[in-house]
């Protein structure tokens, strides 16, 4: 089992696209602990951007070295 705490930031479809993909990686991936905020936006933009903090745990075969 390996984890990380990872912050992302960007349009909220783009955030959902990158959960859904890492549900089709090979190896199991939790995520867990999600935190989602708005992220006001910058005074010369109309974009509104979503700040996601999550807990990604992958779960596999580690890799042994050649004897």
Do not use: C, H, M
């Amino acid at each position: 089992k390996r984890s990380a705490i990872v912050t992302l930031q960007g349009p909220f479809p783009r955030l959902v696209a990158l959960l859904q993909q890492t549900e089709l990686l090979q190896v199991i991936v939790l995520a867990s602990d999600l935190e989602l905020d708005v992220v006001p936006p910058k005074p010369d933009s109309q974009q509104v951007e979503t700040k996601l903090k999550l807990k990604l745990s992958a779960y596999g075969r580690s890799a042994k070295a050649p004897s």
